[in-house]
């Protein structure tokens, strides 16, 4: 027996349909906001993070990491229908990177809690801003020892 | 395949012990006594425990972990899984109990074997403590004491039952056990105990003076104890004189020399074999078991080195040298390994002035500061303040720990050994003498 992980965790194109189907399951609550996912949209969803997994050097059990952004940023005033799946793409990206970036120490729902609200804040809707200033300032805050509470989300925090 | 064949039809030879699972339906695939669809159902069962570990790591809190540390838990999970199925009298029982029983009830016993043995090897350790052969040379206690403690300390068997952690310096005569785990600590442990129990039967000062003979700094030398005492014995009883005094005599080696050195490797293994028997009434079955298991390796080396005429090499006179007053060193009572485990987190957020300050505070055992050595990340700067700071005593037990920078492999051992040397050679000439005599007397 090969114990080889991508074996065992395997994302087969079945798995992945299903999963798309999950996402457009939510258009039911994200519609109040003015946004839905089309059927391609939602499979380009499933399959991003897929390749955001990989890239990232991370294995996903269950799923619900963007059913979680989905909820968390459907509301955000900065989402139009016309980036909306763009942006989650991006997120998803996001995401995974910086749960490495801050080696683990934020859950899920801390990270995206995080995200949301530098996304909508300070950010002031740019991913770019939220790659390369938000998120890299409080992976470093961490690393020094910080804790996310201590973080300070304006922009004098950031690097 | 008739009922006949299909009974007994795995080769128990073919099985790799430490990556049991793996080897046992890799070969029933092969001939045919799995099927590709029992062992997808397998592999999904595999999937299914290995979502739930990676969600008991993290509490719940990450629905993703990294590649690597989900690598390590899925081997942790054949580790497990493997115990219950070693422990069947054949592996076609094995392979049977796989099919018919859950992942689930062999995770659970394997798991409920891990706690059984560890607390066996708890109580191996603490027997082996309490009767441990008196020397010098400090890998003996250390690896025993020291570096065991260290495996219990680290050891978390529900996620990573396949992880070693400790090196075990001291090297049995028969080899660490290519075992992994748990079921290393356990096979290492009755190594040392037979060792131990075998060495416990001669005076440690003639051991000593013996060993003295071979190298002045083997109290320094992680070199195995045993070998050279055992083949002393039994070169005594070859030559039908007490074995138990290690008292070999120039005339004895070249006699033993001109006895044994004609024979075939064979023969001078029968040779040593008959000798062993002499010594059996008086050691424990299983440590004279256990130096059956060495005869081979012991004949091996006696007949390479009677070709080379190093007799010395293996039948040695002991050193007419004295054993000198000596200190003895105490290692020190370690904190428990919760409160341990938590002072390694409290000082992984620190650095500089901060970790040193909190170290000299909270740690109290030289135990405990050498696993921190070797357990947490450490600048330069941050051991030669620390060792600024040491107190006298400590500054003695250190230098005595650390003597050679040859045999350091950690840079954080290293910068160690540069410090306290730094510190010893800026002393004043009549301190640093004193300082050297004191050291010179230090036993563990």
Not at chain 1, 115 to 143: E, N, R, T, V, Y
Not at chain 2, 116 to 122: H, M, N, Q, T
Not at chain 2, 385 to 399: I, T, W
Request: proline share 4%; charged share 25%; with cysteine.
């Amino acid at each position: 027996m090969e114990t080889n992980l991508s074996l065992l965790i395997g994302q087969g194109a079945l798995l992945e349909r299903q999963a798309a189907r999950d996402l457009l399951a939510l258009n039911d609550e994200t519609a109040a906001h003015g946004l839905r996912l089309s059927e391609s949209q939602a499979l380009s969803l499933v399959a991003a993070r897929t390749d955001s997994l990989k890239k990232t050097g991370r294995v996903e059990f269950g799923g619900g990491v963007i059913e979680r952004l989905i909820r968390a940023f459907c509301d955000s005033p900065y989402l139009t229908q016309e980036n909306y799946a763009q942006t989650l793409g991006e997120l998803i990206d996001l995401f995974y990177e910086f749960k490495n970036e801050t080696l683990d120490l934020l859950s899920d729902a801390e990270l995206v809690s995080f995200m949301k609200q530098a996304f909508d804040g300070p950010c002031a809707g740019s991913i770019d801003l939220l790659a390369w200033q938000a998120l890299p300032a409080l992976a470093q805050h961490l690393h020094e020892g910080g804790s996310l509470k201590s973080f300070r989300l304006d922009t004098e925090a950031w690097v | 395949m008739n009922e006949l064949n299909r009974a007994n039809a795995l080769h128990p030879e073919e099985l790799d012990e430490r990556k049991y699972l793996q080897s046992l339906t890799e070969q029933a695939l092969r001939r045919g006594l799995m099927t590709q669809r029992e062992f997808e159902s397998l592999e999904e069962g595999l999937a299914a425990l290995l979502a739930a570990q990676a969600d008991r790591l993290n509490g719940g809190r990450s629905s993703s972990i990294r590649v690597e540390q989900a690598q390590e838990l899925l081997s942790g999970l054949l580790f497990t899984l493997s115990l219950p199925l070693k422990a069947c009298p054949t592996p076609d029982a094995a392979l049977e109990r796989l099919r018919t029983e859950s992942l689930a009830s062999l995770e659970a016993q394997g798991l409920e074997q891990i706690r059984r043995r560890l607390s066996v090897c708890r109580l191996m350790q603490q027997r082996l403590l309490s009767a441990l052969f008196r020397t010098p040379n400090r890998f003996y206690r250390l690896t025993i004491e020291g570096g065991i403690n260290g495996f219990f300390k680290l050891y978390r068997p529900q996620f990573f039952p396949q992880e070693t952690h400790i090196t075990a310096d001291y090297p049995p005569l028969l080899g660490r056990p290519i075992l992994d785990g748990v079921e290393f600590i356990e096979g290492y442990l009755r190594e040392i105990e037979a060792e131990n129990a075998i060495l416990r039967r001669f005076d440690p000062d003639d051991v000593h003076r013996l060993l003295l003979s071979l190298s002045r700094e083997y109290a320094g030398s992680p070199i195995n104890l045993l070998e050279p005492v055992l083949l002393s014995a039994l070169g005594l009883a070859l030559l039908e004189k007490n074995p138990w005094r290690l008292n070999l005599t120039a005339d004895d080696q070249a006699h033993l020399q001109s006895l044994l050195a004609p024979l075939e490797l064979s023969a001078l293994r029968d040779q040593l074999s008959q000798a062993l028997t002499k010594l059996r009434d008086s050691l424990p079955a299983h440590a004279f078991a256990y130096a059956e298991r060495c005869l081979t390796l012991l004949a091996r080396h006696v007949h390479a080195a009677l070709r080379e005429g190093l007799t010395a090499r293996v039948f040695p006179i002991p050193s007419g040298v004295e054993s000198e007053a000596a200190l003895l060193l105490s290692y020190g009572e370690r904190m428990p390994n919760d409160e341990y485990r938590h002072l390694v987190a409290e000082l992984n957020g620190l650095t500089g002035d901060a970790r040193v300050q909190q170290t000299l505070a909270k740690v109290s055992s030289l135990a405990d500061f050498t696993d921190l050595l070797a357990d947490l990340p450490w600048r330069r700067e941050e051991i030669e303040q620390l060792v600024r700071l040491l107190p006298d005593a400590d500054f003695l037990a250190l230098m005595h720990l650390y003597p050679d920078e040859s045999l350091l492999e950690r840079p954080s051992e290293r910068w160690l050994h540069e410090a306290l040397t730094a510190r010893r050679d800026a002393l004043a000439p009549d301190a640093k003498r004193r300082f050297e005599a004191a050291l010179a007397r230090i036993h563990d």
